[in-house]
């Protein structure tokens, strides 16, 4: 989506004392300097996001050594004297320990949910009773199989790195992590039944932050509508995917929230005006000062701020009480799961279900 002044800008051919340069003895004018890109923001090297894909990797080769589940398939055949599960997991002999569970266990090809909790997936008894509250943020860090830890990854370099370019490692990593926590806790407060795991609470973040980085930036941007439209698109299609069984939508919804608000206080922009007043030349007139930021972008920080610390609040409050929000609202499990001939929404107590992004 392009900005107003992201353009090549060709010095004029004059001399010091602004006349036009003679042409040469061919007749024929003197080479142009090459031009120079004009850019009114700074431009940042993308290493956070790229670090944040490694750790996520990482922890996921380090759940499965902790999964090992040819141990624990040996475990429990011995317990009830049976041979047959420990030849059940996945690759085996190629992995050993690091091998899978079996695909009827795992479809996404990955640990088991005990291994997940173990390392910290979100159960929101344990955040409510025991007090573990750590697992509001270390969910986000982990993921379910190999099919979800690649589709959430590259969606986080398709979308992070170009962010972190326009705003920088600070910016984003924030609005990553607090994304990820909203996502966390509205998940914890509907799927009380369940654990979940995954980044697209975060990766939701992101992409709400980019439609309100639109709004609040709307006066810098070209073909508005045209950019607004696309990313209304991707964003329903995201969405959209998470009516699908054994996804949790209710962290991608709350990461959407959180991160929508958190743009407009985040990653809102100063005018060119006020730009190109600054970087005037010493001794060059520039007319009245200009404010930095428009009046609506201080409203819509203001207004997002104070939402967000109150959402927040309410939201902690809630789940040290326990609160059960899916009993209070009759109708909301359709917003994670909407049942069809084709597939069923029940799913037993403490089965894992994932956060995923679907990247157009």
Same mark, same amino acid.
């Given at each position: 989506?392009?900005?107003?002044?992201?353009?090549?800008?060709?010095?004029?051919?004059?001399?010091?004392?602004?006349?036009?340069?003679?042409?040469?003895?061919?007749?024929?004018?003197?080479?142009?300097?090459?031009?120079?890109? !004009?850019?009114?923001?700074?431009?940042?090297?993308?290493?956070?996001?790229?670090?944040?894909?490694?750790?996520?990797?990482?922890?996921?080769?380090?759940?499965?050594?902790v999964n090992d589940c040819p141990a624990?398939?040996?475990?429990?055949?011995?317990?009830?004297?049976?041979?047959?599960?420990?030849?059940?997991?996945?690759?085996?002999?190629?992995?050993?320990?690091?091998?899978?569970?079996?695909?009827?266990?795992?479809?996404?090809?990955?640990?088991?949910?005990?291994?997940?909790?173990?390392?910290?997936?979100?159960?929101?008894?344990?955040?409510?009773?025991?007090?573990?509250?750590?697992?509001?943020?270390?969910?986000?860090?982990?993921?379910?199989?190999?099919?979800?830890?690649?589709?959430?990854?590259?969606?986080?370099?398709?979308?992070?790195?170009?962010?972190?370019?326009? !705003?920088? !490692?600070?910016?984003?990593?924030?609005?990553?992590?607090?994304?990820?926590?909203?996502?966390?806790?509205?998940?914890?407060?509907?799927?009380?039944?369940?654990i979940s795991v995954g980044a697209s609470?975060?990766?939701?973040?992101?992409?709400?932050?980019?439609?309100?980085?639109?709004?609040?930036?709307?006066?810098?941007?070209?073909?508005?509508?045209?950019?607004?439209?696309?990313?209304?698109?991707?964003?329903?299609?995201?969405?959209?995917?998470?009516?699908?069984?054994?996804?949790?939508?209710?962290?991608?919804?709350?990461?959407?929230?959180?991160?929508?608000?958190?743009?407009?206080?985040?990653?809102?922009?100063?005018?060119?005006?006020?730009?190109?007043?600054?970087?005037?030349?010493?001794?060059?007139?520039?007319?009245?000062?200009?404010?930095?930021?428009?009046?609506?972008?201080?409203?819509?920080?203001?207004?997002?701020?104070?939402?967000?610390?109150?959402? !927040?609040?309410?939201?902690?409050?809630?789940?040290?009480?326990?609160?059960?929000?899916?009993?209070?609202?009759?109708?909301?499990?359709?917003?994670?799961?909407?049942?069809?001939?084709?597939?069923?929404?029940?799913?037993?107590?403490?089965?894992?279900?994932?956060?995923?992004?679907?990247?157009?």
């Amino acid at each position: 989506m392009p900005r107003r002044g992201e353009t090549a800008v060709v010095p004029i051919d004059a001399d010091g004392a602004g006349h036009r340069r003679p042409k040469s003895g061919h007749g024929q004018h003197r080479p142009r300097p090459p031009a120079q890109e !004009f850019r009114p923001f700074r431009r940042w090297f993308p290493f956070l996001v790229p670090l944040f894909v490694a750790a996520n990797v990482g922890l996921f080769v380090l759940t499965m050594y902790v999964n090992d589940c040819p141990a624990h398939a040996a475990a429990a055949d011995a317990a009830i004297g049976g041979a047959a599960q420990a030849q059940g997991c996945l690759l085996q002999q190629d992995l050993g320990r690091f091998a899978f569970q079996p695909y009827r266990e795992n479809p996404l090809v990955g640990p088991s949910s005990a291994t997940l909790l173990e390392m910290g997936a979100l159960e929101t008894s344990k955040i409510a009773k025991d007090h573990e509250w750590y697992r509001l943020i270390t969910c986000i860090w982990l993921h379910a199989g190999v099919v979800h830890i690649l589709a959430n990854m590259l969606s986080l370099l398709l979308i992070g790195i170009r962010l972190e370019k326009e !705003f920088g !490692f600070l910016r984003i990593g924030t609005l990553y992590v607090i994304s990820g926590v909203g996502g966390s806790l509205l998940s914890a407060l509907f799927m009380v039944s369940n654990i979940s795991v995954g980044a697209s609470g975060a990766l939701f973040g992101l992409l709400g932050s980019m439609l309100s980085e639109l709004i609040t930036n709307w006066t810098i941007y070209e073909n508005k509508f045209a950019a607004l439209l696309t990313l209304v698109i991707i964003i329903a299609i995201n969405l959209a995917v998470g009516i699908l069984p054994h996804v949790d939508n209710f962290a991608h919804i709350g990461g959407f929230i959180s991160g929508f608000f958190l743009g407009f206080v985040l990653l809102i922009r100063p005018q060119f005006q006020y730009i190109n007043q600054k970087n005037s030349p010493l001794g060059v007139s520039s007319g009245t000062a200009k404010c930095k930021y428009k009046i609506y972008q201080i409203i819509l920080l203001v207004i997002a701020l104070v939402i967000l610390i109150c959402g !927040f609040i309410i939201g902690f409050v809630l789940l040290m009480k326990g609160f059960n929000a899916s009993e209070q609202c009759s109708w909301c499990h359709y917003l994670s799961c909407v049942p069809t001939s084709k597939w069923s929404c029940k799913a037993p107590s403490n089965y894992c279900v994932v956060s995923s992004l679907y990247k157009k």
